[in-house]
């Protein structure tokens, strides 16, 4: 089926950079994991308005999947820093331990994609307005992220500190949505039958929850793990 204009295809793939000196663990690497929208729209609409839509979509979906908000920021490109092809780039910065950087950025970038495609390949890529006779070349808005990156900032999120007993400790305080294991039950012994025993009938509570056609096993009875549940969140 053919698409109408606004519309927007997603990619995430392998990405090269010719970096001199790769530094700051998984932030400054020669290769990594580069996710995209491309989102075409019509020349006549308003560009800022859309770019300003799709900075908050991104902006939610970082704080959904587990950023502290207080670590992030906006950075908007101007001047020398704006890219000779874009009309607007927005960045949204996070402060990691070495300092604040770009995490990902949202770029209305005209039609300069396209016609560079068009240049290339030496075919049109006009759209025709549906039972109209206007063409023109679709205008792209593309909010981009670096995967590694973000885990990255997740990581740095999740880390906390505190005592318990005066004993110091260090933990990931993950989001659920992105752990990937949010109920386990954990016999502290496996050879002692009481403590085992408890823990089988807690997984049968779990087994009868409102959430049992989706509670799934994700691991065998191997050392003391006898039990181990994926449970989806509930509202």
């Known amino acids: 089926m053919r698409q109408k204009v606004p519309f927007g295809i997603a990619q ?5 950079r ?3 000196t790769p530094r700051q663990f998984l932030f400054r690497s020669r290769e990594f994991e580069q996710m995209e929208i491309e989102y075409f729209i019509d020349p006549e609409a308003d560009y800022e308005a859309i770019q300003e839509d799709w900075l908050n979509e991104m902006w939610n979906f970082l704080k959904a999947v587990g950023l502290n908000e207080a670590l992030l920021d906006r950075e ?3 001047g020398d820093k ?3 092809y874009a009309r607007a780039c927005t960045d949204v910065v996070f402060r990691y331990p070495f300092g604040t950087q770009e995490l990902l950025g949202v770029a209305a970038r005209g039609e300069y994609d396209l016609q560079q495609h068009a240049a290339a390949s030496g075919e049109s890529l006009e759209y025709q307005v549906p039972g109209q006779k206007r063409k023109f070349v679709p205008h792209v808005i593309e909010p981009s ?10 990581l740095c999120s999740a880390y906390d500190e505190d005592e318990i007993n005066g004993e110091k400790r260090s933990l ?3 989001h659920p ?7 386990a039950i954990f016999p502290l012994l496996k050879n002692k039958s009481g403590l085992v025993d408890k823990a089988r009938n807690s997984h049968a509570c779990c087994a009868n929850c409102p959430f049992e056609s989706e509670l799934q096993c994700l691991a065998p009875a ?3 793990v006898k039990h181990t549940h994926h449970l989806p969140l509930a509202d």
């Not at 992220?145 to 997740?154: K, N, S, Y």
């Not at 949505?177 to 109920?183: F, G």
């Open 12 to 16: 995430i793939g392998k990405a090269f």
């Open 18 to 20: 010719n970096e001199i």
């Open 76 to 78: 908007v490109h101007k």
């Open 82 to 84: 704006l890219a000779h």
């Open 145 to 154: 992220l670096g995967v590694d990156r973000l885990f990255l900032a997740l």
């Open 172 to 174: 990931l305080r993950f």
């Open 177 to 183: 949505c992105v752990a990937p294991i949010t109920c």
């Open 222 to 224: 191997q050392g003391n």
